[in-house]
C-alpha cells in the first residue's frame, strides 16, 4: 500500500484546510484510514481516524474543528481542517491499517501562524 498525502500549507489562526490522502496498491484490504501528527520534539498522535463502515474518531482537541471522511471508491481520506489554531501546526501523517499491519504516507506540513 502506498499513500500520497497532500494539502498542508501556511495558513492564519481561524482558517481552514483540507488535507487529502489517496491510497494505492493493495488497497482492497484497508480497513481503518487516519490522520496523525507530529510537531517538533513531539510524539506522533492521533488526530482522526474513519472505519471502511464511516466509523469515526476524533483527538479531544480537534474534535468540532476537525472532520474526516472517506471515499471508499476512491481510495482516499480526507481531514476538514476548520477553525485553525497555533497548536495545529505540525506534520500530518496519512496512515491505512490492514489486517496484517499498517502504512505511512510522507508527511504534509501545516503551518497554522496567529
Known amino acids: 500500500v502506498q499513500l500520497q498525502a497532500s494539502g498542508g500549507g501556511l495558513v492564519q489562526a481561524g482558517e481552514s484546510l483540507r488535507l487529502s490522502c489517496v491510497a494505492s496498491?493493495?488497497?482492497?484490504?484497508?480497513?481503518?484510514m487516519g490522520w496523525y501528527r507530529q510537531a517538533p520534539g513531539e510524539q506522533r498522535d492521533l488526530v482522526a481516524q474513519?472505519?471502511?463502515?464511516?466509523?469515526?474518531n476524533y483527538a479531544d482537541s480537534v474534535k468540532g474543528r476537525f472532520t474526516i471522511s472517506r471515499d471508499n471508491a476512491k481510495n482516499t481520506v480526507y481531514l476538514q481542517m476548520s477553525s485553525l489554531e497555533s497548536e495545529d501546526t505540525a506534520v500530518y501523517f496519512c496512515?491505512?491499517?490492514?489486517?496484517?499491519?499498517?502504512?505511512w504516507g510522507q508527511g504534509t506540513q501545516v503551518t497554522v501562524s496567529s
Open positions: 496498491g493493495s488497497t482492497a484490504s484497508i480497513n481503518i
Open positions: 496512515r491505512a491499517t490492514r489486517r496484517v499491519g499498517y502504512y
Open positions: 474513519i472505519s471502511t463502515g464511516g466509523i469515526t
